[in-house]
């Protein structure tokens, strides 16, 4: 985990670990990747200003089309 900053800009950028079950049930999903949050202090208040995230894991493939 990284924190920095300067003035009225401030930064955290990490690695992110998620495990999801649905709430019906069925399998897990997880996922892991990287993110980056951009603060702005406005008026004495640390605002967030972007969010931005990617996921170190491959997409899923899609399902196959319904037989007809």
Known sequence: KDVGGYGTLAYVSGTYTVRVAPPGGGAEQ????KY???FRNLGGQWRSEYEMWSSDLPVPAPPPPPSQ
């Open 30 to 33: 997880r996922d892991r990747g």
């Open 36 to 38: 980056l949050w951009i």
